[in-house]
């Protein structure tokens, strides 16, 4: 089985392909340039390295969110056009589980991160790769207390954790990957999906869709103009 997995979610993003036999090549870039413009050239190089065309993938895996909301559009349209087209099994991963996946011969808790910006992050707490805790979005402090209270190792991953790592850092029972550790793989999201792929687990493409957990800034903007309008 080889599957390409895609990820967008935040400024670091990329893609890869693994097979069976562990990871055949990853592209990530983390620059200032929109996923618009690099991910598709990215696929293009990763499969050609390959020798490997489209319609030899034998599957399709994207993170869905919580992220960007502009790079998760991006990189679930790409999928899921890619899924319809070639008539692929795709699954859909979420930025938080597929952070676990990446660390989960760690001895303790996995928190991975999300920087939701205004002191926010969206996080899960793992245990290997089985979710101990939902999906939120929570304040830094609601969450460094909460890991204050609890005695297991505590491992701090994603661009969150980087946003906040001088206050996670006081946490006596805190620990970080290397920096190039903190940030999604693109490998770890195709790792995931073939885990899943492999059990059976696929969605029809016209239902994935991106999982937000807020609004974007349009939005709250668009709703709090109708409230003044309304009042």
Request: glycine share 10%; proline share 4%.
């Amino acid at each position: 089985m080889t599957v390409l997995g895609i990820d967008t979610s935040t400024m670091t993003g990329g893609a890869a392909l693994v097979n069976s036999q562990g990871l055949v090549g990853e592209y990530v870039l983390n620059l200032r340039t929109t996923h618009s413009e690099r991910l598709l050239p990215a696929i293009q190089r990763i499969l050609a390295d390959a020798e490997l065309t489209l319609d030899q993938l034998d599957g399709i895996a994207v993170v869905t969110g919580p992220g960007s909301f502009t790079g998760l559009r991006i990189g679930v349209a790409t999928a899921k056009g890619f899924a319809y087209a070639l008539g692929k099994p795709i699954v859909g991963v979420t930025t938080l589980a597929a952070l676990a996946w990446q660390h989960q011969t760690f001895k303790g808790f996995i928190y991975p991160l999300i920087d939701a910006k205004r002191q926010d992050v969206y996080s899960q707490v793992f245990a290997g790769v089985d979710a101990v805790t939902e999906p939120c979005n929570s304040s830094i402090d609601r969450i460094i207390q909460w890991c204050s209270q609890q005695k297991n190792p505590a491992l701090f991953v994603g661009d969150g954790a980087l946003a906040h790592k001088t206050a996670l850092a006081a946490l006596s029972n805190s620990v970080f990957p290397s920096s190039e550790g903190l940030v999604l793989r693109a490998s770890a999201v195709a790792g995931l999906g073939m885990h899943l792929l492999s059990q059976g687990n696929h969605i029809d493409p016209f239902d994935l869709i991106p999982f937000y957990m807020r609004k974007s800034s349009a939005e709250y903007q668009r709703d709090r103009a109708e409230d003044k309008n309304e009042g």
